[in-house]
């Protein structure tokens, strides 16, 4: 597996009033803004030389948006609570179950059926119960995933490498330079839609590093109505990252 850090990707604007090289990270996008005369592999090398304090940046931006979103998840764990999943929200029903685990089933795609072992003070139960659905929901990620991998892939033989489940807040996914793509399973808490959008993207990215005309092409060469989607997780994105 390719021990390096994945490579950010980043707008580029030439600009005849800058002096210096600088970046510039919002919630929207990494822009770097460049004399004209300043060659492409010195950005890159600035770029790469930053990669920490742009990682850092986007997780401080990424808060303060988050901070201000409303949550999808409940305060609390307890019978009929309500649940996001995949752009709905479920109920909660728990039973006493003799299991030594916490066991979690998703019923007919309309409630989340949760049996506790017996033994366990009530104060734990809500705590017990979301790590318990955050495993669950790590696990459907992956079916989720391969399951879009294997629809979209064959099209264009875009094939990574391998597919790796991870928790991010600032990143919906990424496409490593060897072709490991990593996706955030808070997807799991957006539409299906969402979901399939980043999944596609992070592919199209096995083709091309970047965010050019033509990358954006072979994103609507799968979802010709990718724009949408991408809209949507814009809007709506900071509630989702705020996870369970």
Same mark, same amino acid.
Not at 51 to 58: G, T
Not at 63 to 68: D, E, K, L, P, S
């Given at each position: 597996m390719n021990s390096q850090p994945t490579p950010l990707l980043y707008s580029l604007r030439r600009s005849s009033r800058a002096k210096n090289t600088r970046i510039v990270v919002t919630a929207e996008k990494i822009e770097v803004v460049a004399p004209l005369k300043v060659s $492409?592999?010195?950005i890159q090398a600035f770029v790469q030389a930053q =990669?920490? &304090? %742009? $990682?850092?940046?986007?997780k401080r931006v990424a /808060?303060? @948006? =988050?901070?201000?979103a409303p949550r999808l998840a409940p305060s609390e764990y307890m019978d009929g609570a309500q649940i996001p999943y995949r752009g709905r929200r479920l109920p909660l029903k728990i039973t006493a179950g003799k299991t030594k685990t916490v066991r979690i089933e998703l019923l007919n795609d $309309?409630?989340? &059926? @949760? !049996?506790?072992? #017996? /033994? %366990?003070?009530?104060e734990q139960h809500s705590t017990l119960i979301r790590q318990a659905l955050t495993r669950w929901m790590k696990n459907q990620a992956k079916q989720h995933v391969q399951q879009l991998v294997d629809i979209h892939a064959p099209r264009f033989a875009l094939f990574p490498r391998s597919i790796r489940i991870k928790t991010q807040k600032s990143r919906w996914g990424s496409c490593g330079p060897k072709n490991d793509i990593n996706m955030n399973w808070l997807l799991l808490l957006a539409?299906? #839609?969402?979901?399939e959008y980043v999944v596609v993207h $992070?592919?199209?990215? %096995? !083709?091309?590093k970047n965010h050019s005309p033509v990358f954006w092409q072979l994103v609507a060469e799968h979802l010709p109505d990718f724009k949408q989607h991408r809209l949507w997780l814009k809007q709506h994105g900071a509630s989702v990252m705020q996870g369970l």
């Open positions: $492409e592999r010195r =990669q920490s &304090w %742009i $990682e850092a940046a986007l /808060g303060r @948006v =988050q901070a201000a $309309e409630m989340f &059926w @949760v !049996k506790l072992p #017996a /033994g %366990i003070a009530d539409p299906p #839609a969402a979901l $992070e592919l199209c990215h %096995i !083709k091309h």
